[in-house]
């Protein structure tokens, strides 16, 4: 699979001396004489937006997202209220520009072609996961017009409903399941997650398509329990062979965002070794159950100026107060130096590198949403939510082995982190903090997912804990925000935007977006 990228970036070497190359003709000859940029390879395109389905710029995920979630802290101490510059618009901004618009660009210029039916309906699935994270953090979004202004001028997008988004959405994964076809030529050598695979892309549509029923299913019953039926039927993830991973090469560049074959996330903690710390909140929750994972994802950094390793012990890992000034102790700014070293930071061997893979969607998160749907009688099941739920752990510690040998954890110790921590709950409301518990452990670096989750099942109740606005109002909300704000530019310059607010509501983290019902 390595290989593969490689020779993505070969071929991104290639395109840009290409380019260069040739400045000294007139464009039209430059557009007739570089075939490959009027008429681009698809086995080039496809590579290019799965690297690139991560969004490698890490403000929006870093700064915002993970602190939201209590998984990171960072000196900047953002309030979860109050939205400096255009920050939570990074992320809209390099999903329109970079993976969005060349799925877009896929699929049509292959729609019309009989022999490349399995790259259309790959795009079309790749879209609607591109789509289902943009509109789950902003609420309405371009997605009808969104990525076209290279095909047909439409710079000004027209801004659509959330519940209309979700159910193209819905239809767009039913098509493209049904239109994969064996028979017709696959992707094998560029297809860097599934290898071309349409089983595993089947597969991946239809958990995707549970996530999406589930998440709808406050907003709209009838239609979320349907859709998961659905999936339920046209086959999930069976095991973690099935999940949708994008691997990733030990290269960056030395400025705000890495290269696209590399993994942005951890940019935070390897070019900021002093300002990002893992937070007490998850930290705790892993140390108090003797979990495993706790080795695996945490670190004592020995350097404030590299990132370098300390002590991966479990026993002495601490993490800092997410929103450090609304908790018992003073904000992470104020530390003195020296102790910042006592703070643990995420695993440069593991999650922390450049080249460590990143999981999109797998079968873990599959089954505890199994679990919650058994839970809350949406599906009726021969197999019980306890099944699910501990099938769920110990997959989600089985694919931490793709980090390398520090990653893996054996079958014994998941199942005496299972005799320690039972699934014995006395009522649903601990059934369900428990299973999104896990969803919560699991997600961690997917930090997308684990704010749509925190936000859509109510779990875990991090939140509670925190000091109340009215005793500190200068200082961090002690509420979860419940989207993030729409980039300033596109404020100033798409009128179409307001019609969106006004539907929606005012552009503030506090705003509900449709499927997020109380």
Request: with cysteine; aromatic share 12%.
């Amino acid at each position: 699979m390595k290989t593969n990228i490689k020779k993505y970036s070969i071929y991104l070497i290639t395109l840009l001396s290409a380019t260069f190359s040739s400045c000294d003709k007139g464009f039209d000859d430059i557009n007739k004489s570089v075939d490959f940029v009027s008429t681009p390879n698809l086995d080039y395109m496809l590579p290019d937006i799965e690297l690139t389905m991560l969004d490698n710029t890490y403000y929006t995920l870093g700064d915002f997202v993970a602190p939201f979630v209590m998984h990171v802290t960072n000196r900047k101490a953002y309030s979860a209220l109050i939205v400096p510059g255009g920050y939570h618009g990074y992320h809209f901004e390099w999903t329109y520009g970079n993976p969005l618009v060349g799925v877009v660009d896929l699929i049509e210029r292959s729609k019309n072609d009989p022999t490349k039916v399995n790259y259309y309906n790959i795009g079309r699935i790749i879209k609607v996961y591109l789509a289902h994270q943009l509109t789950d953090l902003y609420g309405d979004i371009p997605y009808f017009e969104g990525g076209r202004g290279y095909l047909d001028r439409t710079f000004t997008p027209t801004y659509d409903p959330q519940e209309k988004i979700y159910q193209d959405m819905f239809k767009e994964l039913e098509e493209a399941i049904a239109g994969l076809d064996d028979t017709k030529p696959r992707p094998v050598q560029s297809d860097i997650v599934y290898n071309g695979v349409n089983l595993k892309w089947k597969k991946f549509a239809n958990s995707l398509m549970l996530r999406l029923g589930l998440r709808i299913m406050k907003a709209d019953a009838v239609n979320g329990k349907k859709w998961i039926d659905k999936a339920i039927a046209g086959g999930l993830m069976t095991s973690n062979d099935d999940n949708f991973i994008v691997k990733y090469l030990p290269n960056s560049s030395t400025g705000g965002t890495t290269n696209p074959t590399s993994n942005g996330q951890a940019h935070i903690f390897i070019r900021y070794p002093d300002n990002y710390r893992l937070t007490s909140q998850f930290i705790n929750v892993l140390k108090d159950r003797s979990d495993p994972r706790l080795s695996v994802y945490a670190m004592l950094p020995a350097s404030r100026t590299v990132y370098t390793p300390g002590s991966k012990n479990p026993a002495v890992q601490k993490g800092w107060p997410a929103f450090g000034d609304r908790a018992e102790e003073a904000p992470y700014a104020s530390i003195p130096s020296a102790n910042r070293l006592n703070y643990s930071v995420s695993n440069n061997t593991t999650f922390g590198r450049y080249d460590a893979p990143y999981i999109h969607l797998s079968y873990a998160q599959v089954q505890f949403q199994l679990a919650e749907c058994v839970v809350r009688g949406i599906i009726t099941s021969s197999t019980s939510a306890k099944t699910y739920y501990e099938t769920g752990v110990r997959m989600a510690m089985d694919q931490l082995k793709i980090y390398g040998a520090e990653g893996v954890i054996s079958g014994t110790q998941a199942t005496a982190y299972l005799t320690l921590n039972p699934y014995n709950p006395t009522s649903t409301e601990e059934a369900l903090n428990l299973i999104n518990t896990q969803y919560w452990i699991e997600t961690h670096y997917n930090w997308y997912e684990t704010f749509a989750n925190m936000r859509r099942s109510g779990y875990p109740k991090l939140y509670e804990a925190l000091a109340p606005v009215s005793l500190q109002p200068s200082n961090l909300g002690a509420i979860l925000p419940r989207r993030l704000t729409y980039q300033p530019d596109e404020v100033a310059t798409n009128p179409k935007l307001q019609e969106a607010l006004q539907r929606q509501g005012p552009d503030l983290t506090t705003t509900r977006m449709w499927w997020d019902k109380p």
